[in-house]
């Protein structure tokens, strides 16, 4: 199995290689997604992803490749002020 480091979040991370930003944000949130990135338990998610500073649309996770070197930046919504 080919691996991958990226920078995740400001961090170096290894994923495998072939790995989606849809694999990349289920493991993060720990929760399974569907190919259009909703939550398999239909649950609400507020989880936004930008791979070299240009936001994915959620649909298009899926189809994202993640290559070695890139940054990527998950970002989820918190409650609060």
Known sequence: ?????????????????????????????????????????????GVAAAVGGAVVPRGRWGSRRIAAGEEIEIVTAVQGG
């Open 1 to 45: 199995m080919t691996v991958h480091t990226v920078r995740l979040n400001g961090s170096d991370h290894e994923i495998a290689g072939g790995s989606t930003l849809l694999d990349l944000v289920a493991a993060l949130v720990g929760h399974e997604l569907r190919p259009d990135g909703s939550r398999a338990d239909s649950g609400r998610l």
